[in-house]
């Protein structure tokens, strides 16, 4: 996980300026009840997209149809430059393949143990069984779980089967990672070692990613701290800095509310937010 | 207690139906391209094959006992004892043998199906695999497919096989018939379209306890309390549509060998 990996398609794509995510006008509704409508944002290459916001807010669903897990009523959603609506369900299998996802309860396979676990893309993917050992050795080494690899997911804490879903994700080393949030429900310690991953994984290899969270002081975090590879350890950028990559997204009643960085948003004037960021 | 419209009634049908065909057609088309998850395939067949084999001898063992002690007290009265053995081995091989099998496996599997799937379902695991780029389809239900129909098809001929001898164990043990006279009449009584009949029947039973378990389980909905609600369904299902299939096929088979 230490280098910068970045796919010949991702560099095409960058160079064009196309970005990594559109949502073009899209809505979805579920037995009448509209939980997305008319939402259009972009996330470029290289870029952390928080989707801040109340629960029920429709972030969740944001986050699957990204991931072509539903589809939406309405609207147009590309990724990697390319309609999903136009992909064919294999099509579709070959896109996720590029992208990493952290589920909400971390969705472990709770029949395999972590390194079947972590293990499981590669082997669908056929790769010779030493590599196999060797990167999932890699991915729970930057979780710092290398000790758990023969445990099963029922055997481990909530915090611990974050980071082993963390490493699922991050080991075919995705051009995009989707984070639906991944410090809910955890204590401040273990949310706090959950996002210093977070930041590790953005700046040790640069991708793309798209991160809901419920905690404003995670979304802050993520904003003004980065990975000092020298030291091996998260820490405050210099000079009240804030990273230019990290834009903001929030979400309410499945509208979106606002679309900016981090200083438009600690800077707004919206009564709403106001008080959703106070 | 709110009451739906017919009209909603009828579209949540329709597309169930729809749902259903979808996912059975998928299933067997998966069976025909790559990738196959072979190992999966063996694993079902252990789980669902040797799992259900007890429960599968001992059902097959005692009914064919029942069946001989209950023959006896009609044909003692036809002065026709004798001819247990006949009753006794059409009966298992054409209808009971199939059908209690796959009510017996549909009971064991179409429920383990649905409970694991349905968990899955609800723990966002299956999310998780068509997140991890797998069609849960080709990995989850096309080996249970395939497993199913091949197991029980094997199991069948053994319920058949454990029938008659419970059959044979009765009529010489208490009915003091003789054992060479019990299996001659059971052998001569039997015709190629008995055999055809018995065999083509769990082939039907397989397909309906796998797709009817795997559909079950994939639209679970609700937590814990869905995985139930599925497993029930699941049973309650796929039990009724393989008597109703069994009737169907024992009709089309009587269209064609006319017995």
Redesign the interface.
């Known amino acids: 996980m230490a280098e910068t990996v970045v796919s010949p398609e991702m560099k095409e794509l960058a160079a064009s300026g196309q970005p990594i995510v559109e949502f073009d006008d899209v809505s979805i509704g579920f037995d009448g009840h509209e939980v997305l409508s008319n939402v259009s944002f972009t996330v470029a290459h290289g870029e952390t997209r928080i989707l801040l916001g109340p629960a029920g807010g429709g972030k969740s669903v944001l986050m ?1 149809l990204a ?1 072509g ?1 539903i589809e939406p009523d309405s609207g147009e959603i590309r990724v990697f430059g390319r309609s999903l609506r136009e992909m064919s ?1 294999k099509e579709l ?2 896109m ?2 590029h ?1 990493g ?1 952290v ?3 971390s ?4 029949s395999l143990d972590v390194e079947d676990n972590v293990a ?2 590669l082997e ?1 993917e056929h790769v010779d069984p030493k590599e196999i050992r060797e990167r999932v050795l890699e991915a729970l080494r930057f979780v710092e779980l290398e000790q758990v690899i023969d445990k099963f997911p029922s055997e481990l804490s909530g915090g611990m089967r974050r980071r082993v879903s963390i490493a ?1 994700a991050i080991i075919s080393k995705p051009d995009l990672i989707l984070y639906d949030s991944p410090t809910g429900g955890l204590d401040p310690i273990t949310s706090t070692t959950i996002m210093e991953l977070v930041i590790k994984q953005r700046d040790v290899s640069q991708t793309t990613c798209l991160l809901i969270t419920h905690r404003l002081q995670d979304a802050f975090t993520l904003a003004t701290h980065r990975f000092n590879p020298q030291e091996k350890r998260v820490e405050k950028i210099p000079n009240n800095g804030i990273d230019p990559r990290t834009r903001f997204l929030v979400l309410n009643e499945g509208h979106i509310v606002f679309d900016g960085t981090t200083l438009e948003l600690t800077h707004t004037k919206d009564p709403w937010l106001r008080e959703y960021i106070e | 207690m709110s009451f739906i419209s017919p009209e909603a009634y009828a579209k949540t049908i329709v597309a169930s139906v729809q749902e259903y065909s979808l996912l059975c057609g998928r299933s067997v088309a998966n069976i025909f391209s790559r ?1 196959r998850y072979t190992a999966d395939i063996f694993t079902q067949m252990d789980s669902i094959g040797v799992g259900s084999l007890p429960i599968v001898v001992l059902t097959g063992f005692f009914t064919g006992c029942v069946l001989a002690l209950q023959a006896a007290v009609s044909l003692k009265e036809f002065g026709a004892v004798n001819m247990t053995g006949e009753l006794v081995t059409l009966s298992m091989v054409k209808e009971l043998g199939p059908v209690l099998t796959g009510l017996m496996v549909s009971g064991r599997n179409a429920s383990g199906m649905a409970s694991e799937l349905g ?2 379902k609800v ?3 299956i ?9 849960p389809y080709r990995k989850l239900v096309t080996p249970r497919l395939v497993a199913t129909v091949f197991m029980l098809f094997f199991l069948t001929i053994i319920s058949d096989a454990c029938g008659i001898a419970g059959g044979a164990f009765v009529s010489v043990a208490l009915l003091k018939l003789k054992a060479a006279t019990f299996f001659h009449t059971g052998y001569m009584s039997l015709e190629h379209g008995d055999v055809v009949e018995g065999l083509v029947k769990p082939i039907f039973s397989g397909f309906i306890i796998a797709s009817i378990g795997c559909y079950y389980g994939l639209r679970t909905t609700g937590g814990t309390r869905g995985v139930g609600r599925s497993t029930t369904q699941a049973v309650v299902a796929s039990s009724v549509i393989i008597i109703l299939v069994d009737f169907l096929v024992t009709q089309l088979m009587i269209g064609i060998f006319g017995r």
Request: avoid cysteine; hydrophobic fraction near 40%; proline fraction near 3%.
């Open positions: 699957k991931n897990l369900e299998f070959e996720r393949a992208v996802m589920f909400q309860e969705a472990l396979f709770d499981y893309r669908e699922r | 990738p968990s899955m723990s966002e695991q999310d998780a695999m068509r997140a991890l780029g797998t069609d």
